[in-house]
């Protein structure tokens, strides 16, 4: 089983519509959770991370529950420069020293 | 504040050759990583470490080697690069353990 397993999509939405992304994980022992941001031919960049009492960045909410080892992103009222890869991130490796990255899933929002 | 920079950003081997990309931060921290990026497969650790002088194994690290002489950098080494290295890497470091990453902006091999 892979360790970070996402959805690849791609989710093609209108701009306005609200997407969920998920996510899962297999090391019960992880202790930190992000979701990154990759634009084509970009470096990741951190969106958010992710608590378990869950958290929420004006249109994002993330969600975690530990119990399931399921990380969600949720976006509102999304916009045309949402439109990336969105990757699920675990700090899993060695006691936390290094991510683990989903394979990501795209997302594509249109006028 | 120019974070973690990778050179070069672009690069073509023949196979056989050998080449180290370079990688730098200056936000001091200890972590830093080397990941490999293929369509379709996501981003894949090669290799890490937890401060100068300590590296260690990721998933992928047959074909690399690695140093880290000193907090600052982390050059990644292709001993006899193959047409199977071709692929975008990221540099990344972070303050410490369970913390978010910064990466840099990746350098593009193509081994022909």
């Known amino acids: 089983r892979k360790e970070v397993e996402q959805d690849p999509g791609p989710f093609n939405v209108p701009e306005g519509a609200t997407v969920a992304f998920n996510c899962t994980y297999s090391n019960s022992a992880s202790q930190s959770f992000f979701w990154y941001r990759q634009d084509c031919r970009k470096e990741p960049k951190l969106l958010m991370s992710?608590?378990?009492s869950g958290n929420e960045d004006g249109r994002f909410t993330a969600q975690l529950n530990r119990a399931s080892q399921y990380i969600s992103l949720l976006i509102r009222d999304s916009k045309l420069s949402d439109s990336a890869t969105y990757l699920c991130v675990v700090n899993a490796y060695q006691a936390g020293t290094a991510l683990i990255f989903g394979k990501g899933t795209t997302l594509s929002v249109s006028s | 504040n120019a974070g973690v920079t990778q050179t070069p950003k672009f690069q073509v081997l023949k196979t056989g050759q050998s080449m180290t990309l370079q990688c730098a931060q200056d936000m001091n921290h200890e972590y830093m990583s080397w990941y490999r990026q293929d369509p379709g497969m996501g981003l894949r650790l090669i290799h890490y470490s937890v401060g100068a002088g300590i590296t260690d194994q990721g998933e992928v690290p047959n074909g690399y080697n690695v140093s880290r002489s000193t907090t600052e950098d982390f050059p990644l080494r292709l001993l006899s690069a193959a047409p199977s290295q071709t692929s975008v890497y990221f540099c990344?470091?972070?303050?410490?353990?369970?913390?978010?990453?910064?990466f840099g902006q990746g350098t593009r091999l193509t081994v022909v």
């Open positions: 992710v608590y378990s």
């Open positions: 990344a470091s972070s303050p410490g353990p369970n913390t978010e990453a910064f």
